[in-house]
Nanobody
């Protein structure tokens, strides 16, 4: 299994930037991709984007495309979510998850989440 710890959340104003970190440990060789999700109060968890562990191909949902960037440092087993031009609707708990296969339904390990609050 892989253990994940997110950090970097906080309270920012609309238009600001924030970088979240996801530190992976354990059997990192088994990671296929790191998926980022978020969950706003009273809403279902929402997929934000992901990055392939090998190769670094990224994917973003339309609502964050052009504003969010996912990157990784395999040597440090770190994945980053750079969030620019933040909006109040980006307020949520952000989670990283390590997916162990190419299928969306493959097993994941989850971090504990980090709160991002964007004030207007």
């Amino acid at each position: 299994q892989v253990q994940l710890v997110e950090s970097g959340g906080g309270l920012v104003q609309a238009g600001d930037s924030l970088r979240l970190s996801c530190a992976a440990s354990g059997r990192t060789f088994s990671i296929y991709a790191i998926d980022w999700f978020r969950q706003a109060p009273g809403k279902e968890r929402e997929f934000v984007g992901n990055i392939r562990w090998s190769g670094g191909t990224t994917y973003y949902v339309d609502s964050v495309k052009g504003r969010f960037t996912i990157s990784k440092d395999n040597a440090k087993n770190m994945v980053y979510l750079q969030m620019n031009s933040l909006k109040p609707e980006d307020t949520a708990v952000y989670y990283c998850a390590s997916r162990y296969g190419s299928s969306w339904s493959d097993n994941r390990s989850w971090g504990q989440g980090t709160q991002v609050t964007v004030s207007s």
